[in-house]
């Protein structure tokens, strides 16, 4: 893969992660009965981050929870090399029925991983809501699927890989464009 170009670099997903998080707080009327969900592996990250921004707007500590969708992706055979599942754990530890959820991803893509993730999320509980927040909306969606929150918009090419590094995986903090 060859880099094509940096369209984030760490104080523009800053000012995109601050910009989220008060969109969260608007709509959502405060931070109060709310969930934040990172989805594996970069959302939950990200869903910390966000966390941290809404307790210094409204000084108020968001649950956070870790969810797993492995078992519930519909290219089950194409995640992993020998066909096996790579399971990973899910950890959310309050109770949601009747809260607002946000699931939180780094890139949107396709939609498949937001339906994993909400097949998932229903299988534990009853959310009041469930709304979506991602650090990028790639475009070339194949279901009907669109994230209430968005850091950029980043049309691509289908040839074209969006890659986001994070500090806390990839000890820096950017998203690029690769070509393949």
């Known amino acids: 893969m060859n880099k094509k170009t940096e369209v984030l670099d ?3 997903m800053n000012r995109a992660l601050t910009r989220i998080a008060h969109e969260i707080v608007e709509k959502n009327k405060g931070g109060e009965n709310l969930l934040l969900v990172g989805i ?3 959302g939950i990250p990200i869903a910390k981050r966000l966390q941290e921004k809404i307790n210094q707007i409204e000084g108020i500590n ?3 929870g ?3 969708i492995t078992l519930y992706r519909d290219d089950l055979e194409k995640a992993t090399t020998n066909h096996d599942p790579e399971l990973k754990e899910t950890n959310i530890n309050v109770d949601f ?3 607002k959820v946000i699931l939180i991803d780094d890139v949107l893509f396709t939609g498949r991983t937001v339906r994993a ?3 998932a999320v229903m299988d534990i509980g009853r959310p ?3 709304q979506l927040g991602v650090l990028i909306d790639r475009g070339h969606r194949e279901l009907p699927i669109r994230a209430d929150y968005v850091g950029k918009n980043i ?3 289908e040839k074209e890989i969006i890659v986001v590094n994070l500090l806390e995986a990839d000890n820096h903090d950017e998203v690029s464009i690769y070509e393949k």
Request: glycine share 4%; charged share 25%.
């Open 10 to 12: 760490q104080s523009a």
């Open 40 to 42: 594996k592996t970069r």
């Open 62 to 64: 968001v649950p956070i």
């Open 66 to 68: 870790e969810l797993d």
């Open 97 to 99: 029925n009747g809260k």
């Open 117 to 119: 993730a909400m097949d």
């Open 128 to 130: 009041s809501q469930i």
């Open 155 to 157: 049309p691509t090419s």
